[in-house]
């Protein structure tokens, strides 16, 4: 099982990472158009041109973030363990490898999705060059005559947009990521927002489950480690939802020990 969702998830990466390479070449060449390249290598998510309604814009990037998720988690629910439990018998038979069909659906059309947004920037711009070597995004540039000479600026940093000191000897150390690409702080801030979030959503269902639900259920059934949740179920046993219906780990437990 762990064997073909592991296929599955190499399957789902190689799919979207071709479906970023080539959302990130529009990308780049729409940026050219509007002479606003100054980077070759742009967070394709998080840098946007100008206009809502564009194939490389705000909009479309969220949606492609969206579907990004999607796929990756919808994948992950693909392959699972289909327990055959015959209503007659509390004995469980040998499990099955199962493929649930919904999450397959959802896993085609997220890519589907991908696919007609990356193929919708690609035609919407002229791209220049396929290779992200930036010395052949280079020669592009110089042969479709997209360069504009910058003066004073000989041998600057790109980092450095807003220095006009003339020209200087290239730095012995490069500057960190963080000051040479500003799309770079906002992926920092959205995981560590992403952390806070969860944290903070963690400590509200303890609060609430503490404050107005404890009383409801007896200590057996209290909030502990061995739920793997941050909602007691009840019933004092993690239960899974198979193809095949309910499976409870506790029933699981007692039949095999038997």
Not at 27 to 34: D, M, P, Q, W, Y
Not at 99 to 110: D, H, N, Q, R
Not at 237 to 242: A, E, F, G, T, W
Request: proline letters at 5%; one cysteine or more; glycine letters at 8%.
């Amino acid at each position: 099982m762990e064997i073909l969702a592991l296929t599955l998830n190499l399957i789902v990466t190689l799919c979207t990472e071709s479906i970023g390479f080539v959302h990130c070449i529009s990308l780049r060449s729409a940026l050219t158009s509007e002479s606003r390249l100054w980077l070759n290598t742009n967070l394709r998510l998080l840098t946007a041109v100008r206009g809502w309604y564009s194939p490389n814009g705000a909009l479309l990037n969220g949606i492609s973030g969206v579907l990004l998720v999607i796929s990756y988690s919808s994948a992950s629910l693909v392959v699972c363990l289909d327990y055959q439990i015959p209503s007659h018998t509390p004995i469980i038979f040998p499990a099955r490898i199962a493929f649930a069909g919904l999450p397959l659906i959802i896993l085609g059309v997220a890519l589907s999705l991908q696919v007609m947004i990356a193929l919708s920037g690609m035609w919407a711009v002229k791209i220049l060059t396929w290779s992200s070597s930036p010395f052949d995004l280079t020669a592009a540039l110089v042969h479709h005559t997209q360069l504009t000479p910058a003066t004073l600026r000989c041998m600057c940093r790109v980092s450095d947009l807003d220095t006009y000191g003339g020209p200087t000897k290239p730095p012995e150390i490069q500057p960190s990521a963080w000051r040479a690409h500003p799309s770079i702080r906002k992926a920092v801030f959205s995981l560590w927002g992403i952390v806070a979030a969860c944290a903070g959503w963690a400590a509200l269902v303890m609060y609430i489950w503490g404050k107005f639900l404890g009383g409801w259920v007896s200590s057996s059934d209290a909030l502990t480690l061995q739920t793997g949740s941050f909602l007691p179920n009840g019933v004092g046993s993690i239960r899974y939802l198979m193809p095949g219906g309910f499976c409870s780990l506790s029933t699981w437990q007692l039949s095999r020990d038997r």
